[in-house]
Nanobody, 120 residues
Framework: VQLQASGGGLVRTGGSLRVSCAASGSTLSFNIMGWYRQAPGKRRELVASISSGGRRNYADSVKGRFTISRDNAKKTVSLEMNSLSAEDTAVYYC???????????????WGQGTQVTVSS
């Protein structure tokens, strides 16, 4: 299974950016899909997640600024980021998990990460 992230880049303070992630190579349906980020010298943290039923969860620091969405048929998850600040600068990783009934276990998948840099 591959999670391919795209859309990162450089943006000015107060600007907007959208990152997307597409999953391929899996016949399983994903349960939770989401985005984590890791800034230099900091631990990886959850930014936002969305369940297969559309329930969303956001880190307090991004509530009201970021919006997560997904397309279950296309197996994609996107993160719309607005009012960006320097504190949002990090590598953003997409994440997905899925349950295999045949193997009775959960699988966790990670994308390769995409850099988001916010500068003034």
């Amino acid at each position: 299974v591959q999670l391919q992230a795209s859309g990162g880049g450089l943006v000015r303070t107060g600007g907007s950016l959208r990152v997307s992630c597409a999953a391929s190579g899996s016949t399983l349906s994903f349960n939770i899909m989401g985005w984590y980020r890791q800034a230099p010298g900091k631990r990886r943290e959850l930014v936002a997640s969305i369940s297969s039923g559309g329930r969303r969860n956001y880190a307090d620091s991004v509530k009201g600024r970021f919006t997560i969405s997904r397309d279950n048929a296309k197996k994609t998850v996107s993160l719309e980021m607005n009012s960006l600040s320097a504190e949002d600068t990090a590598v953003y990783y997409c994440y997905a998990n899925a349950f295999s009934p045949a193997r009775s276990r959960w699988y966790d998948y990670w994308g390769q990460g995409t850099q988001v840099t916010v500068s003034s």
